[in-house]
């Protein structure tokens, strides 16, 4: 079983719909969580980071953790087809940076 | 845009070639990392660099060699590469790599295509 499991999609959506994306992980030891877009060709931009349970919003974008279920999302509201791209969710014990894990990544187009 | 700035964003070389791809940070951040990313891949870890010290080598082969000659730079030296090493190389920074609650940020990554 992999530590962190997310569908690889792809997820095509119409625009201004509402976008969930998930991840589920076995590791109760995280802490932290946290959501990288990465476009084509390009490295992942951080979006989200949030610290053990709860929610967190940024403008269009929700992060929530459930650390009972083990499970955490993004939200995308009035999605734009320049939100597609690939996203990543990615976790990490509490001590190191460096042991950050990541999920395989949710392909996402937002359809005009 | 990101703080991690890398170059070349494009780089063809031979297998007999010796080329250099470089990092530089201007975030102030202590801990730099390479990571390599395969086509629809996560990105995997490979180097971290904590206070210009050489602290975590993920058994990558001897082909790929780090330098970190201060704390806003880092290069990854190739040569003898194979074309199964051709991928998008990634530099990463973060504050510091024993600090709880911090997380790294990614440069835009150099692609790599070994002929």
């Known amino acids: 079983q992999k530590e962190v499991e997310q569908d690889p999609g792809p997820l095509s959506v119409p625009e201004g719909a509402i976008v969930s994306l998930n991840c589920t992980y076995s590791?109760?030891?995280?802490?932290?969580f946290m959501w990288y877009r990465q476009y084509s060709r390009k490295g992942p931009e951080l979006l989200m980071y949030?610290?053990?349970?709860g929610n967190k919003e940024d403008g269009r974008f929700t992060a929530q953790v459930d650390k009972s279920s083990k499970y955490i999302s993004l939200f995308i509201r009035d999605s734009q087809p320049s939100d597609s791209a690939t996203y990543l969710c990615?976790?990490?014990?509490?001590?190191?940076?460096?042991?950050?894990?990541f999920g395989s990544g949710t392909r996402l187009s937002i359809r005009p | 845009d990101t703080e991690v700035t890398q170059t070349p964003k494009h780089l063809v070389m031979g297998m007999t070639n010796k080329k250099s791809l470089k990092c530089e940070q201007h975030?102030?951040?202590?801990?730099m990392y390479w990571y390599k990313q395969k086509a629809k891949k996560p990105p995997e870890l490979m180097f971290v660099?904590?206070?210009?010290?050489?602290?975590i080598n993920e058994s990558v082969p001897s082909r790929f060699s780090p330098e970190c000659p201060n704390s806003s730079l880092l290069n990854l030296h190739l040569h003898a590469l194979q074309p199964e090493d051709s991928a998008l190389y990634l530099c990463?920074?973060?504050?510091?790599?024993?600090?709880?609650?911090?997380?790294?940020?990614f440069g835009e990554g150099s692609w790599l295509t070994v002929v």
């Open positions: 590791n109760s030891a995280f802490q932290y």
């Open positions: 949030t610290y053990s349970s």
């Open positions: 990615a976790m990490s014990l509490y001590s190191s940076a460096s042991k950050i894990i």
């Open positions: 975030m102030g951040h202590r801990a």
């Open positions: 990463a920074s973060s504050q510091d790599r024993t600090v709880s609650g911090n997380t790294i940020y």
């Open positions: 660099y904590s206070y210009e010290k050489l602290s």
